[in-house]
């Protein structure tokens, strides 16, 4: 039994569709544990992702294909989500909480080749574009190995690397005269890795999204400015205004750029109830919009008291009470997420760009990494061994302490290259007069 | 002149490795000789007479699963018994015995005596004859020719022996032992990959010369462990302490003043020494800052006053090492009954072999122990017993047989030989196993017995021991499996007084023996298990806690599993694959891994550049079938 791997197979931020491939025998699990139940084979099924008996983290169609008469010859099972990055990821996450790991650049193809699925003449493309998939990672590594992410990263393998040397010569050479770390140093440290781990997940997370950017839609009732917000956004005339309600009856596109963060603004028809066949359709590409959002504008008119979006957006919601002349109300960040503005003037939107920033995890240029999906996993994986090499600690369970930390230390080589035990015992010789 | 019979496997070396492979090819069947240059010294400890440790006693164990004779000879000549790492957990809790030199000896003489198609030859092997790149024969220093379909060659510290103290050099296998010269020769002109290593020992000394008032005694500890499964307390000799003394700063003074005199820091000693086995003039330069060095003072046997200080290995000259010695708490008056030396000797690169030991170049030519880059009694008799099996079984015509890392420690030790080679003398530690949390001494009988029976290498009453052992875990197992803890039942109120640890609705045994306050103890005063079923449960407990970790091993060894099936061809060009790292390129370059499994175990490899290699070995084999 192989193992189960797992990634995005659509390439990050476009698309109307982003589609998650897990190959390999746990799939029937993973579609059990996010869909409820295994789809039949080869029928497209419509079905919510969700996590065991909660939340929703998108919806959209899932496709199983059982061994051998799949891509790579395994169990498949393919999510075609809504495609918007932060809706993957978090479906990617919570699938490799299951028994899987991501994929390794052109491994779901590797193993097609394996099973013997491709041709020679396949073979040698798939080969081409995994070494120029992993050239690119070669050449991104090298770019980041001055970088300050790679310089991190290195001080904390380097950190794991010194506590093991502690612990796994305490077990080692259990009878020398060494000065082992007490209990409280080995928390110590261990809650520092922890931080500076976790430091790094978010850094990095931010700097995904740096790169990948936000999706965000605008919607509200009809006429209450919200072709008005866009064009004030874009610094452009994108789309009609007029006085009239239902002006918009299709969504539209932006692009603009918040201080480095990609933002593609989609400007929909206002929601309402109406006959106008039109308007309807308009209304149904307004709500897919939503869907796949990564943020959701929810205008309103300032003089409405009681405005309130719909409950059951489950994405990120930002009210704007827009029109804020006409209330004389002084425009602004009004706490929790809501802002007021005026989209004639612009007044308010400083701080709803600001709001926007703090939606994607925006940090300064410098204070962002360049993460890439598969550092990002990784280090995930070592920030909970170094969680369980605590809980091990605090039970002092001596070895578990040692697994953990060598799985940690594992995760971590996989972004600056493995350790091996032979390393390790050359660095425990090298720090201790060891011997009899 | 011939010798009147053939054999099927013609073992060279009575120590650890050639005790252990004439046993192992004897007991499945292969007619065996064992020579060796004296029988007085089969089993012969040439250093510390102590068997066992951390990462050692774990292979002792797997030796002993597998029906070696090691264990036990150990049980009947241990006269101090220590249980390490007692509170680090059951995975690398170890045993270490102190063995009277000659108990063992004669415990190991009386198991190779005993063995069916098994006969002991005394004399020196000084030549081979190869038909083509196969050995058909070996030859003797008497002139006697003996025929032998396979050899197991076993000569330890011998191969061209050079002993040093101080600016004195001869030759020498050990200390009272000659070296073999001509057998050195030989081996040289084939085509096997020869250096050189050393190491050193310490001097002896007189313990009716010491002052035991001044030293701190560490006696044996309590419970008493045991080191083999077949083994018990009653087996054990009389137990006895051993002590604790230190060096201090006149001793590293003298030691410091004389560095002009030690052969290893003059040039005299090219060979590489055990970096975790230093010698005490390389710990003083080393460890300038360090004051003192410990030194733990184990007796030689029960009949002996002879004493083997512990940490004070040495070539320096007589003169400086009585002086030095006599600096040392407890030691003022001591006599040194044997100067302590360092021994340089010939190794061959293990890369050059199989992992059945078998040399790549020549056919039937099997190594074990120390000549294989390794230092060690344990590790010795680890090899030998895989040496001798899978001599035996080549010459049968069966295919070769060799523990996986996940199965054992001798797998560990056998991989990393023939992948990484050996540039030091090699020792087991427990960080070598990555799946370490599964290879426990308690277990070991459990990962191989069964197989070690199939081999034939398991003799019955000691399959009878094993089977009544598992049948009895395998019961309480099922009892855990199977017994429902009740909100509010009588179990249930005496499982909680007893651990302390609530219920809160039904629960079954095996998810309450989880919870980390459950211990085996309070499973029988629970009244679900009787009292003799404790030491099982203390066994079972330890899967049943280990599960998690134990299940995320099993996918990390599937994924080497897959990894190791990927073969990597002999002239792939790694240097024309894209995307790898110059670092990555040269190191490939250098080792040419055999598949992708040990590619894997390269220092600084990523997941990227090995799916990377991986297709390009599927790449490189070329002809494929179309799906
Ligand atoms: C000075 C010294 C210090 C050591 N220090 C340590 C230490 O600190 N820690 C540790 O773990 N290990 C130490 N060792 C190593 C330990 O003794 C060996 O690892 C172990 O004995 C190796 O076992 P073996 O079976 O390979 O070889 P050996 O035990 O050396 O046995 C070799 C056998 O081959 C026989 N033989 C040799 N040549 C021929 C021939 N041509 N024909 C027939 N028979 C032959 C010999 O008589 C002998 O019986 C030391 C060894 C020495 C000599
Ligand atoms: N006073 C005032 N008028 C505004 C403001 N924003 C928009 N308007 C006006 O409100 C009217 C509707 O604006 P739109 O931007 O078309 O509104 P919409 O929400 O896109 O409307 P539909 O597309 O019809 O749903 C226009 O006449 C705008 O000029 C504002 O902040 N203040
Ligand atoms: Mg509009």
């Not at chain 1, 197979?9 to 390999?24: F, L, Q």
């Not at chain 2, 070996?138 to 396979?150: F, S």
Request: with cysteine; glycine share 10%.
């Amino acid at each position: 039994m192989s193992e189960t791997i797992c990634a995005v197979a659509t390439p990050p931020g476009r698309g109307g569709i982003g589609i998650v491939r897990v190959s390999g025998p746990a799939c029937r699990d993973v579609a059990q544990a996010l869909l409820g139940f295994v789809p039949s084979p080869r029928i497209a099924t419509l079905a919510d992702f969700r996590v065991i008996d909660g939340e929703v983290l998108d919806s959209g169609i899932a496709l199983y294909f059982p061994a051998p008469a799949s891509y790579t010859g395994e169990d498949v099972l393919e999510l075609q989500g809504h495609g918007s990055p932060i809706a993957l990821d978090r479906v990617v996450s919570y699938i490799l909480e299951q028994d899987v790991r991501l994929a390794n650049p052109g491994e779901f193809t590797e193993r097609a080749f394996r099973n013997d699925k491709l041709d020679l003449a396949q073979a040698e493309a798939v080969a081409d574009l995994i070494a120029s998939a992993s050239a690119e990672a070669a050449r991104a590594a090298t770019r980041s190995l001055s970088g300050e992410f790679s310089r991190r990263v290195r001080e904390l393998d380097q950190s794991v690397l010194t506590l093991r040397i502690y612990i796994e010569s305490a077990i080692d050479f259990a009878e020398e005269e060494i000065d082992f770390l007490g209990d409280r140093e080995q928390h110590d440290q261990l809650a520092a890795m922890e931080g500076l781990v976790k430091e790094l997940i978010e850094r990095s997370t931010a700097g995904l999204t740096m790169q990948i950017g936000l999706d965000v839609a605008i919607a509200g009732d009809p006429n209450v400015g919200k072709s008005s917000l866009l064009n004030q956004l874009l610094g452009e005339d994108r789309a009609i205004v007029t006085s009239t309600a239902g002006t918009t009856r299709d969504t539209l596109h932006g692009e603009l750029s918040i201080d480095g963060l990609p933002v593609r603004l989609t400007d929909t028809a206002g929601l309402r109830l109406s006959e106008d066949p039109i308007e309807v359709l308009g209304m149904k590409r307004a709500e897919a919009a939503l869907e796949k959002a990564d943020c959701v504008l929810w205008v309103v008119e300032d003089a409405d008291e009681n405005a309130a979006p719909p409950e059951e957006y489950r994405v990120k919601t930002l009210i704007v009470r827009n029109k804020c002349d006409l209330t004389g109300s002084r425009p602004g960040f009004l706490g929790e997420e809501s802002f007021r503005t005026c989209a004639l003037t612009g007044a308010g939107l400083a701080e709803l760009r600001e709001g926007l920033k703090r939606v994607a995890g925006f940090r300064t240029g410098s204070d962002a990494f360049a993460g890439r999906p598969r550092h990002i996993t990784s280090l995930k994986r070592a920030h909970g061994a170094l969680l369980n090499a605590a809980r091990e600690l605090s039970a002092r369970q001596g070895e578990l302490v040692a697994e953990n930390l060598r799985v940690a230390h594992d995760c971590l080589g996989e972004i600056v290259g493995v350790t091996t035990s032979d390393d390790l015992l050359g660095e425990i010789f090298a720090t201790f007069c060891i011997g009899k | 002149m011939k010798y009147p019979t053939a054999f099927d496997v013609i073992v060279i070396g009575g120590g650890h490795a050639g005790v252990e492979a004439a046993l192992a090819s004897a007991r499945v069947g292969a007619s065996t000789l064992l020579l060796t240059q004296a029988i007085e010294t089969i089993g012969q400890m040439s250093c510390n007479p102590a068997i066992g440790g951390i990462g050692k006693s774990h292979l002792v164990r797997e030796i002993d699963a597998l029906g070696g004779a090691m264990a036990i000879a150990a049980d009947q000549a241990g006269i101090h018994f220590r249980t390490l790492n007692n509170s680090k957990g059951p995975a690398v809790r170890a045993t270490r015995a102190q063995a009277d030199r000659v108990l063992y000896r004669n415990a190991i003489r009386q198991v190779v005596e005993r063995q069916a198609n098994l006969t002991v030859y005394q004399d020196m092997m000084i030549d081979l004859t190869l038909k083509s790149d196969r050995i058909v024969s070996v030859t003797t220093r008497l002139g006697t020719e003996i025929e032998g379909a396979a050899v197991v060659l076993t000569t330890g510290t011998f191969l061209g022996g050079r002993i040093f103290v101080g600016k004195q050099q001869h030759s020498g296998g050990r200390a009272g032992d000659p070296a073999s010269l001509e057998l050195s020769e030989k081996l040289r002109t084939l085509p096997l990959a020869a250096g050189r290593l050393k190491t050193g020992t310490p001097p002896r000394i007189d313990g009716s010369t010491v002052d035991f008032s001044k030293l701190e005694a560490q006696p044996g500890d309590e419970p008493r462990p045991v080191m083999s499964f077949l083994g018990s307390r009653d087996m054990h000799p009389q137990q006895v302490s051993c002590h604790i003394t230190h060096t201090n700063a006149e001793t590293h003074e003298i030691i410091r003043r004389a560095l002009d005199q030690s052969p290893m820091f003059t040039g005299e000693i090219e060979g590489v020494g055990p970096r975790y086995c230093p010698s005490i003039e390389d710990k003083v330069v080393r460890f300038a800052e360090r004051d003192q060095h410990q030194i733990f003072v184990e007796p030689e046997g029960l009949q002996t006053t002879e004493l083997y200080p512990n940490g004070i290995s040495t070539s320096l000259p007589f003169d400086v090492q009585h002086e030095a010695v006599r600096t040392i708490r407890g030691f003022e008056n001591a006599h040194i009954t044997r100067p302590g030396y360092a021994i340089e000797y010939d190794f061959f690169d293990p890369r050059g072999l199989m992992p059945s030991l078998e040399t790549k170049n020549i056919e039937n030519l099997f190594f074990a122990g120390q000549i294989n880059g390794t230092t060690g009694y344990e590790e010795a008799a680890a090899q030998g017993l895989v040496a001798g099996l899978n001599a035996a079984r080549k010459v049968a015509g069966q295919t070769a047989w060799v523990p996986q890392r996940h199965e054992a420690y001798i797998g560990v030790l056998i991989d990393d030989l023939t992948t990484m080679g050996a540039n030091e003398p090699y020792r087991m530690f427990t960080s070598r196993a990555e799946y370490r949390l599964r290879l426990r001494q308690d277990n070991a009988d459990l990962r191989l017995t069964p197989v070690g029976r199939e081999l034939g290498l398991v003799p019955e009453d000691r399959f009878n021991v094993f089977t009544a052992r598992r049948d009895r875990l395998d019961v309480c197992n099922k009892v855990l499996a199977r017994t429902t803890v009740h909100l509010n039942s009588d179990l249930a109120n005496k499982l909680s007084n007893e651990t302390g640890e609530g219920i809160s609705k039904d629960v079954s045994l095996l998810d309450f023996a989880k919870r980390p306050g459950v211990r085996a103890e309070h499973l029988t005063a629970s009244g679900v298990f009787s009292d003799k079923d404790e030491a099982f449960l203390v066994q079972a407990l330890i899967d049943v806690k280990y599960d998690g970790y134990l299940r995320r091993q099993d996918q990390a060894i599937e994924r080497s599993r897959e990894q190791m099936g990927v073969r990597l061809p002999g002239d792939m060009d790694f240097a024309g694959i894209d995307g790898l790292s110059n670092e990555l390129r040269e190191k490939l370059e250098n080792i040419r891994p055999s598949t992708l499994g040990r590619a894997a175990s390269i220092p600084g490899m990523t997941p990227a550049a090995l799916s990377l290699l991986s297709v390009h070995a599927k790449r490189h084999s070329g002809i494929r079938k179309t799906a």
